[in-house]
C-alpha cells in the first residue's frame, strides 16, 4: 500500500520552474558583492545616485539591481534612499570581523565557468534553437493561465482580436475558443510567425486567424480591432517605445474598443513583488531599454 503522501509527486510545475530561476537572485547577490554595494550602504542610507558615484556605476543599471537586493531583503528601501539589511551587513560588509564577503566573490569567480557547462558537454546551440526554445517557453507559462486571463477579460461581444507580439497563439487560441463568434490578428516577427502558423493550424483555428508578420516598432498595425491583447511585452521596451507602440495600438483599434495588458506590474516603490524586481534585471541583462513597469 501507499500512502497518500507518497502518491503525491516529487517535483510540481512550480517547483522545477523556481529551481531553473534560482540562479537570478545568485547573480543579483554576487554583483552586490563584485561593486561592493553591501559596504557602500551601511554606514547610512544612500540614494542611488550617491551609491552609483561611490561604485562608479550606470544609475540606472545600479538602480534595477539596488530595487532587485531591497526586494530579496539584503538591502532595506525607504524614501528612495538605501542601507544595508543589519544582518546582511555582519556578512557582506568588507569591514565586518564575520564578512564571508571574499567567500561570496569568489563564486562569483567561478559565474562564467559555469555557464560554459552546457557547451563543454555538448559544444554550441544554434541561435534558431534558441528562439524556438524562448517561444516554446513562452507556451508553457501561459497555457496554463491563458483560461483565467480571458475568463477575466470577458470578451463577450468584441467582434477582431489584436493580439500583439502574440508569440505562437497560446493567448489568441484561448480568447477564439472563449468566444466562437470572434475572429482574430496575431502579430508578431515573421519567424515567429511560422511557429504561430503550427499551433493555430493544429487547433484548427487557421480560418478564424490572420497571421500578420511584421515588427511593431517599425511597422504599421492591422486596423478596425475592437479588442487589443499585449502580454509580456510592455517589459521588453523602453517607456518610450511603450509610449509608442500605444499609440500604435489605439490607431488599431476602433472607437471605443479595449486594451488589455498582461505583464509584471511593480508597487510604487518598486521592489514588490519579489518576481517583478527581479525580471527587471532580467531585462537589463537581455534588452537595451526594457524593464519592469509601476501602474
Do not use: C
Request: proline share 5%.
Amino acid at each position: 500500500m501507499t500512502t497518500k503522501e507518497n502518491d503525491q509527486p516529487k517535483w510540481s510545475q512550480e517547483a522545477v520552474a523556481g529551481l531553473s530561476r534560482a540562479f537570478m537572485e545568485s547573480r543579483v547577490l554576487l554583483t552586490g558583492a563584485e561593486l561592493d554595494l553591501f559596504t557602500a550602504a551601511a554606514a547610512a542610507p544612500l540614494t542611488a545616485k550617491q551609491i552609483a558615484g561611490r561604485v562608479g556605476a550606470d544609475l540606472r543599471a545600479l538602480t534595477i539591481v539596488l530595487d532587485a537586493l531591497a526586494a530579496m531583503g539584503l538591502l532595506v528601501k525607504q524614501n528612495e534612499m538605501y542601507s544595508t539589511e543589519p544582518s546582511a551587513m555582519r556578512l557582506l560588509a568588507a569591514d565586518s570581523p564575520a564578512s564571508i564577503l571574499p567567500m561570496i566573490r569568489h563564486s562569483a569567480d567561478l559565474w562564467d565557468r559555469w555557464g560554459q557547462l552546457t557547451r563543454r558537454v555538448a559544444g554550441p546551440r544554434e541561435e534558431e534553437t534558441s528562439r524556438r526554445s524562448f517561444i516554446q517557453a513562452m507556451h508553457v507559462v501561459a497555457a496554463p493561465i491563458a483560461p483565467g486571463i480571458v475568463a477575466l477579460v470577458d470578451p463577450a461581444g468584441a467582434r477582431l482580436l489584436l493580439d500583439v507580439g502574440g508569440a505562437s497563439g497560446t493567448y489568441t487560441l484561448a480568447f477564439l475558443k472563449a468566444a466562437p463568434e470572434m475572429r482574430a490578428t496575431l502579430f508578431d516577427l515573421p519567424e515567429v510567425i511560422e511557429m504561430a502558423r503550427e499551433r493555430v493550424g493544429a487547433a484548427g483555428m487557421l480560418n478564424r486567424v490572420a497571421l500578420v508578420a511584421g515588427d511593431y516598432n517599425r511597422d504599421p498595425l492591422p486596423a478596425g480591432h475592437d479588442l487589443a491583447f499585449v502580454s509580456a511585452i510592455i517589459h521588453q521596451n523602453s517607456a518610450e517605445e511603450n509610449v509608442a507602440m500605444f499609440h500604435k495600438i489605439f490607431a488599431a483599434l476602433e472607437p471605443g474598443g479595449r486594451i488589455v495588458v498582461r505583464d509584471h506590474v511593480l508597487s510604487p516603490d518598486r521592489i514588490k513583488p519579489r518576481s517583478g524586481a527581479l525580471f527587471a534585471v532580467n531585462m537589463l541583462v537581455g534588452t537595451e531599454g526594457g524593464n519592469s513597469y509601476t501602474e
